[in-house]
């Protein structure tokens, strides 16, 4: 019962870290204007804003709309570290729940339709930040 708790609070933090991109503008998405989207996303979940900038620094992408999602999902992890990493030795894999998450929402769909971001790109970029974040 303690896992399931434990995982449900983790994908929790997951699913609302995508809230962060609601409040995000299409235009960020597509410009460099997604790395001062990062200090806010950081103050949001009490995390290090230099950390949280770090982290965007270091994505694994070139597009700023995915290193944008990248410390969205990176932001969400470390927020919680405890259930985060209770969630990746215990939960299902953070990809398809970001997926459901994204698929889920209309908004969020037409923002990242409207920043040529698909599904997959953006669900692989969440998880691999909130992997990331767990370390």
């Not at 001062?36 to 103050?43: T, Y």
């Not at 950390?51 to 965007?56: I, N, P, R, S």
Request: glycine share 8%.
């Amino acid at each position: 019962m303690v896992e399931y708790a434990t995982v449900t609070a983790a994908l929790a933090s997951l699913v609302s870290s995508l809230s962060l991109v609601l409040g995000s503008t299409t235009a960020a998405l597509n410009s460099t204007n997604a790395a001062a989207l990062v200090s806010s996303a950081a103050r949001t979940y009490h995390v290090s804003g230099t950390d949280a900038h770090a982290a965007y620094g270091h994505a694994p992408y070139h597009k700023p709309g995915l290193r944008y999602l990248y410390t969205v999902g990176w932001v969400g992890a470390d927020s919680n570290i405890g259930a985060c990493k209770a969630a990746l030795l215990l939960g299902p894999d953070p990809t398809p729940a970001a997926t459901q998450a994204l698929k889920g929402n209309s908004k969020l769909l037409a923002r990242l339709n409207a920043s040529g971001i698909t599904v997959t790109q953006a669900a692989t970029a969440i998880a691999r930040g909130y992997n990331d974040g767990c370390s």
